[in-house]
C-alpha cells in the first residue's frame, strides 16, 4: 500500500469552530488530492495540490482551504466548520497527473 | 458536466459466479478510467486503470473494458470469492486533474 496516513481519523466539532485535517505522504508523490464522501453524492473532489504551494480548487471548495508547505504534507482547513461538512475525507496521491490516485484511510469528521 | 452512473447499485451473488458491473459516463472526452474497491470503513484501493486509447486491461480475476465511444466500462470479476464482498466504483478522468466518481455498486458475494 502506498505510504499515505490521515490524521485524525476520527473528530467531533463543534459548528464555528476551526478544523484541520492533515495528510501525510511517504511517497514523494507530486500530487495531492483532498475528496469528500457523501451518501447520494459519492466522492468529491475538494481541492488538490500539484507541487509545494500549488494548489487548485475542485468541485466543492467553499468552506474549505489547503496548504502545502512540504512535499509530504497536504493540510485541509476548514475555517468555521458547518454542519453540511459532516463527511468522510479521503486524501489521496499520484506520481503524476492522470496516473493512478492512492488513497489514505479517511477521516471521518462529525459537526455538531 | 460529467457524470458517472454505476448499475446496479448493489448485488448478491454465490460463490463462484462470474459477474459484471457496469459504468456509463456522459462526456466521452476522457483520459482514463480508474476501478477502485472500497471495504467498509476504509480508502479506496486502485484495481485497473484504464487509459482512453485502451480497450481493457486485466489483473488477476479481474478485467476492465472500456468503449470510449458509447461512454461505458464493465468490470468482470471471475470465480468470485466471498472476500471479493466490497463496493467497486469507477471514476473518470477528464481535462484538468479530477476524477469524477460513480456512486459504487455494492457486491456481496455469499458462501
Known amino acids: 500500500d502506498a505510504g499515505i496516513t490521515q490524521s485524525p481519523r476520527h473528530k467531533v466539532t463543534e459548528t464555528g469552530t476551526p478544523v484541520t485535517l492533515r495528510c501525510h505522504q511517504t511517497?514523494?508523490?507530486?500530487?495531492m488530492y483532498w475528496y469528500r464522501q457523501d451518501p447520494g453524492h459519492g466522492l468529491r473532489l475538494i481541492h488538490y495540490s500539484y507541487g509545494v504551494k500549488d494548489t487548485d480548487k475542485g468541485e466543492v471548495s467553499d468552506g474549505y482551504s489547503v496548504s502545502r508547505s512540504k512535499t509530504e504534507d497536504f493540510l485541509l482547513t476548514l475555517e468555521s466548520a458547518t454542519s453540511s461538512q459532516t463527511s468522510v475525507y479521503f486524501c489521496?496521491?499520484?506520481?503524476?497527473?492522470?496516473?493512478?490516485?492512492?488513497f489514505g484511510p479517511g477521516t471521518r469528521l462529525l459537526v455538531l | 458536466k460529467q457524470e458517472v452512473t454505476q448499475i446496479p447499485a448493489a448485488l448478491s451473488v454465490p460463490e463462484g459466479e462470474n459477474l459484471v458491473l457496469n459504468c456509463s459516463f456522459t462526456?466521452?472526452?476522457?483520459?482514463?478510467l480508474q476501478w477502485f474497491r472500497q471495504d467498509p470503513g476504509k480508502g479506496l484501493t486502485s484495481l485497473l486503470l484504464i487509459q482512453s486509447s485502451q480497450r481493457e486491461q486485466t489483473s488477476g480475476r479481474l478485467n476492465a473494458s472500456l468503449d470510449k465511444s458509447s461512454g461505458r466500462s464493465t468490470l468482470y470479476i471471475a470465480a468470485s470469492q466471498p472476500g471479493d464482498s466490497a463496493t467497486y466504483l469507477c471514476?473518470?478522468?477528464?481535462?484538468?486533474?479530477?476524477?469524477?466518481f460513480g456512486e459504487g455498486t455494492q457486491l456481496t458475494v455469499n458462501p
Open positions: 489521496a496521491i499520484s506520481d503524476g497527473d492522470g496516473e493512478t490516485q492512492y
Open positions: 471514476a473518470v478522468r477528464g481535462s484538468g486533474s479530477r476524477l469524477t
Open positions: 511517497e514523494n508523490h507530486r500530487y
Open positions: 462526456d466521452s472526452a476522457i483520459y482514463n
